[in-house]
């Protein structure tokens, strides 16, 4: 059975707690579901080179594809509980390979919000405009 919204956003939270984050002290926790209601986490993994960090959201797709999974329905991203935490514009890029119409969760300062990944990023530029 696939894992509920609200059991993911759980699960993002719980992976937040492993970040490694010690400059900026902004941890966050990602669990991303695969369309078969698997669900991998990932973690925001900072760098004292601070450009070869990463995001909580690209670790948990990193995660996914390296177990074989590519098609995912859902993203939970869960930051400081004051603040909204939703993709940056790479991990929006990123998500968007896999599937622009995902449904994103994210935590902010009124609790769990949704949208959904073509909102965040419009007329993104995909594989489709590969072809």
Do not use: W
Not at 45 to 52: I, W
Not at 100 to 117: D, I, K, M, N, S
């Amino acid at each position: 059975m696939p894992f509920s919204d609200e059991a993911l956003m759980q699960r993002a939270q719980a992976a937040r707690k492993r970040a490694y984050a010690p400059y900026s002290k902004f941890h966050v926790g990602a669990a991303l579901r695969a369309k078969d209601g698997t669900v991998f986490e990932g973690v925001n993994v900072e760098n004292a080179s601070y450009g070869v960090g990463l995001c909580a959201e690209r670790a948990a797709v990193v995660s996914a594809v390296t177990a074989g999974y590519r098609e995912f329905d859902a993203i939970a991203i869960a930051g400081p509980p004051e603040t909204a935490t939703v993709p940056c514009g790479a991990c929006r890029q990123f998500l968007n390979e896999f599937n622009p119409e995902l449904t994103v969760f994210y935590t902010e300062a009124g609790g769990a919000q949704r949208t959904t990944l073509d909102e965040l990023l419009p007329r993104a530029f995909g594989p489709q405009n590969l072809t």
